[in-house]
Structures are given as C-alpha cells and as structure tokens.
C-alpha cells in the first residue's frame, strides 16, 4: 500500500476514464463508484484500483463500475481547471452544455460522464448503488453526504460512520443530488484529509463494506469484512448518528477568506468563535454546534458548514411522515401550491407561508432553494425515489 499512497502524492495521475469494470458471473445489482470529481482528490482513484486488482469476479453478483471524474484536474492535481465540477449537474446547465458548441474543460467531463451514466443505466439491471469518493481539505472523521431520501438513510446506516443530511440544500449542481433525483440510491463518502494515507484506506474499507451491503459479495467472500469494519468505527472515533447542516458560509469571487487554523470537521464550536477572516474581518459562528468542512485550500467557494446532531426521535418522525405522504396536506394550506406534483416540487409564498420553519419541510423531505425575493422551490426527494426496486433487498 505504500507504493500506491506515494504514486498518489507524488506524481501526476495517469488514467482513463473507466478504471475498470467487473462483471460478476451471477446475476445483481449495478455499483457505480466516482473517484476524483475534484481533481486534487485521488486517493479514492487508487483505492478504486486496489479493489479492482483485488476483487476476485467469481465471487461478484452483478456489475462494478469504477469511473473517474475530472481527467484534466486530476493531470494537474488541481480541483479544477475552469469551473468545479461537482456544481454543474443540474438539468439546465446539462441542457445548454447538450446544445453548446464551446465548452470548457468541466463541461467537457461532465459530457463524457453523462454519456457514460446513461449507458450504464440503459444496459444493467436495477437496482442501482451510485458512490461519489471524496476527501476534504482539514482533518476529519471519515463521514457519508447524502440527498434526504428514505432509502439513502436506510442504506447509509449500515455503514459505522457519522452520516450529514442536507448538503443538496446549500450546494447546487452536485453529481449526487442529480442521480438521486433520477430515484436512484446514492451516497457522497469522505475518507479523511486529502493526499493521507489513512484516506486511502479509509476509502477501501468502504467500498469493500459498499460491496457486501448492496449483495454484490456475500460477507464471507470479504475475507476482511470485520477489519473493515472496525477500521471504519476507529476513524469515526465510534461517532455515529445523524447530522444536519444548519448554515453554509459563502466564499464571493473576489473575497480574501482564509480559515483560522486548527479546526477539524465535527469539532464542537459555541456561538461566537472566530473561524475566520475575510476581507480582513473576522467571521464568527452564529450558531453553537459542530465545525463542517473548513476550507484549507485556495480553491472553492464554500467557507465552512456548520452541522447539528438530529435527535432519533425526529428521524422517526419524519419517516412516518414520508410514509403517510403527509405532504399532500401542505397545499390546502395558505401561500403554498405545487409546481410539479410528479416530482414533488411545492412553491411557498413567502409574504404568506414565512412563518414555516425550514425544520418543518425538512421532516417531510423537502429541501428549499430560493426562487426569487417572495418564493421559495421545494424538492422532495421521496416523490422521486425509485423505492420499489429496492424493497427487497436485505438492507431495506
């Protein structure tokens, strides 16, 4: 393994764009695995690699992908080139990059990615396990992102490691947020700190953990399964649970940010600690909670998040809130209508329905984009689910 960190932090990576591809001699599920969407990210591309060399096809049920993300960053250990991928995935942005003639460089990945996504989906079978690998710029536990649909909540739980809701909220285009919206399970995991060695590992831990909770390979054909596991429990310090994003600081194109240093994702802050300095003022928490991605590299526009653990008792909640489709209820109230039904996008008014706490629509799956100065667009992801396809498997 040392020889594969050293190759990851000291030369330029030379890939393709399929790593590779093993197709199981029986029957199952398609995995899908993303490494190195941003380019300066490349330990979950060689840990894609170590799985590939690794993972014997006679033990495999269905297909694995191994794909990597933005070639032209990845050549340059950049983040990006022009623009950051992971905010590009949105139907509109896809749709004029579809009639553009000139494109950038992410716009030209994100069209190989597209092509090869919807090959995929045309030529496997259901049901579809979608994983985006990534590492941050600070310290961290290893954690999972995902869009607030029932069956990621499910499917994430079985792994031992903290699980964030709600980052589709704050960041638009991610690569994630469009495959779930296509219905699909997906999950964005983080390993740990950019170029570590523990990322590495962390990131074969998990796939090989993904591999046997998605039935690709039975428990006993993971001749590591409990190391692992264990791995895995010991990064995450035994935290587990779920978060909440409660607030995301924003980086604008000609701010001066830099963190102050020391801080670690997950670290407790109480309201009014000084985190940061931007254009030579000093940015303090507005909230007491917990430190979330603190941004320690001159790319990105994302600052810090700051995150909230979410009590059991409202998780429960709001899966039978979901359940009962609870939701239907919501546009016989005042200031709110659906804008698309089918697809689970509700319009609030907000000189009328701003009395609405977030936390209320949050419950019951939605997630809110301001529209213009009065409304305010809701998704739910429930409503787009493709829950059918994964009702028997054994996780759910």
């Not at 296509?182 to 995991?189: A, E, I, K, M, P």
Request: net charge positive; with cysteine; aromatic share 12%.
């Amino acid at each position: 393994m040392t020889s594969v960190y050293n190759k990851a932090v000291n030369s330029t990576v030379n890939i393709n764009r399929i790593i590779g591809t093993i197709q199981g001699d029986l029957p199952g599920p398609t995995l899908v695995i993303f490494g190195g969407i941003h380019g300066n990210e490349t330990s979950g591309i060689f840990a894609l690699k170590s799985i590939l060399e690794s993972v014997n096809n006679t033990n495999v049920k269905g297909t694995i992908y191994a794909i990597s993300g933005n070639l032209k960053a990845l050549e340059q250990h950049q983040r990006f080139i022009d623009k950051d991928l992971n905010r590009y995935w949105t139907k509109e942005h896809i749709e004029v990059i579809k009639q553009s003639k000139t494109l950038n460089t992410e716009e030209s990945e994100l069209q190989e990615l597209l092509y090869i996504l919807e090959d995929i989906l045309k030529s496997n079978e259901p049901p579809f396990y979608f994983i985006d690998l990534h590492t941050t710029s600070s310290k961290t536990f290893p954690f999972i992102t995902l869009s607030d649909a029932l069956i990621n909540r499910k499917f994430a739980k079985q792994f031992p490691v903290p699980i964030v809701l709600g980052i589709e909220e704050y960041l638009n285009g991610a690569l994630l947020s469009y495959i779930n919206e296509l219905g699909y399970v997906s999950l964005g995991f983080e390993s740990g700190q950019h170029d570590a060695m523990a990322a590495i590992n962390n990131h074969i831990a998990f796939i090989n953990l993904a591999l046997v909770f998605s039935g690709i390979v039975l428990k006993q054909d993971c001749f590591k399964f409990s190391e692992y596991y264990e791995q895995l429990q010991k990064a995450a310090n035994n935290s587990v649970g779920f978060f909440e994003i409660v607030y995301l600081y924003k980086i604008q194109e000609q701010d001066t940010f830099k963190m102050i240093n020391g801080f670690e994702s997950f670290q407790p802050i109480a309201k009014g600690t000084k985190l940061a300095i931007n254009n030579n003022k000093v940015i303090e928490s507005p909230y007491k909670g917990s430190i979330f991605m603190p941004l320690y590299q001159k790319k990105g526009t994302d600052g810090f998040f700051i995150i909230k653990h979410i009590a059991p008792f409202f998780l429960k909640l709001s899966t039978v809130l979901r359940l009962i489709k609870f939701d239907n209820l919501l546009v016989v109230l005042p200031g709110i209508s659906w804008l698309n039904k089918n697809e689970g996008v509700l319009q609030v008014n907000l000189k009328i329905a701003r009395f609405f706490a977030k936390s209320f629509f949050h419950l019951l799956g939605y997630r809110s984009k301001q529209f213009d100065k009065t409304h305010l667009r809701l998704k739910n992801r429930e409503r787009v689910a493709k829950t059918e396809i994964y009702k028997n498997e054994s996780w759910y």
